[in-house]
């Protein structure tokens, strides 16, 4: 269906609720926005392809940021989030606080890959403006736009609303602990321990408890804005209609529960039931010849003695400092100066 104008974008998303494949198909279409709302009194406020917003009649102190795709082949989170859109939209839940919908790389996900030019987790807080960039490619303004998104949702809230962003995502290879969260960088502020009982309830238990600035989503919101903010791996990458959606039934309901006001029952804070780690090691690419040291299927989180070779390059070899040390998020294809493995070591919050 080829769409016109405003009014019959506007009547397509009420009547179908894909706002997802309309922007995905005609991304044109969401140029110039669009404000109307829902027979129930929820306002939707489109502020572009992939990005819009929904604030009920009586908003209640929260200010929710759900983003997906930000790397296109990873569809589980494109998935869950897809739905709640249709079904806000179609008003079969309503929800209770002002929720912004990302869907953050909509022709990686028809190309179904994790980016076009750019990574696009690389390139918030402002990366998108460093030399080294593309600044012709889709992910340099997409980045711009998105962080436009972040910034006009949360300034448009009372001062006094809680701020959470949960950037979804699933990884490259399969992990030891399937759902994890990372932990942006603090600078000093205290872990909220009822932020990691909130997602132990939509079942991830392990946190990578991050130790310097990064240039990803997540940091972006919990630095700039004050935000309860996590990058959350929910699995594999899997491509569009192959995920087990039972394997996310947690996250799915716990997520609704919270965007919609309904009692979410979570247990109190204890260490004993998370695996907590902290980074130990950022080992970024500086060679061509960068090459890991050990399986490429290896998951995420497994762990070696002391003076394990991790990789190796021209000039250098990078080996663990600890027993137990764990390899997070390995890939020898990043370009040079990014990070191509973290190592992590156990810890717990006080």
């Known amino acids: ?83 709640y859109v249709v079904d806000i939209l179609m008003e079969k839940i309503t929800v209770a606080h002002r929720v912004l919908f990302i869907f953050g790389n909509l022709p990686a996900m028809d190309s179904a890959t994790r980016f076009i030019d750019e990574n696009l987790n690389r390139l918030f807080s402002g990366a998108h403006t460093r030399p080294e960039v593309n600044q012709n490619s889709y992910e340099c303004s997409r980045a711009k736009e998105l962080e436009q998104g972040v910034s006009h949702f949360f300034r448009a809230g009372d001062n006094s609303e809680e701020r959470y962003h949960y950037d979804l995502h699933t990884a490259i290879r399969p992990s030891k602990n399937e759902k994890f969260a990372v932990y942006p ?33 997540s940091y972006y919101s919990s630095q700039q804005f004050d935000a309860h903010a996590f990058t959350v791996e929910l699995g594999k990458v899997q491509p569009f209609g192959h995920n087990d959606m039972s394997r996310f039934s947690q996250v799915r309901d716990t997520m609704e529960r919270f ?55 021209t000039g250098a070899e990078y080996r663990t400092a600890h027993d137990g040390e764990a390899v997070v998020f390995p890939n020898a294809n990043v370009a040079i100066g990014q990070r191509a493995i973290l190592t992590v070591i156990p810890t717990t919050l006080n």
């Not at 706002?19 to 109307?36: C, D, I, N, W």
């Not at 009586?58 to 897809?82: M, Q």
């Open 185 to 217: 960088y603090l600078h000093g502020k205290a872990h909220s321990k009822e932020q990691l009982s909130f997602l132990l309830a939509c079942g991830v238990d392990t946190f990578l408890l991050s130790g310097s600035t990064t240039t990803t989503f």
């Open 1 to 83: 269906m080829q769409i016109q104008d405003s009014n019959s974008m506007i009547n397509h998303l009420r009547e179908t609720g894909q706002f997802l494949a309309l922007s995905r198909s005609q991304p044109t279409v969401f140029k110039e926005g669009a404000t109307f709302s829902l027979d129930n009194g929820t306002k939707v406020n489109v502020l572009g392809p992939g990005v819009l917003s929904f604030t009920p009649q009586v908003p209640s102190g929260k200010a929710i940021v759900l983003s997906s795709g930000i790397h296109g082949n990873e569809t589980a989170p494109i998935e869950i989030c897809e739905k």
């Open 259 to 313: 965007i919609c006001g309904r009692n979410i029952e979570s247990k109190p804070f204890k260490n004993s039931d998370f695996s907590i780690y902290q980074v130990n090691q950022v080992i970024n690419k500086s060679q061509h010849d960068f090459t890991l040291d050990f399986s490429d299927d290896l998951p995420n989180f497994s762990d070696f003695p002391t003076g394990t070779l991790l990789a190796h390059e």
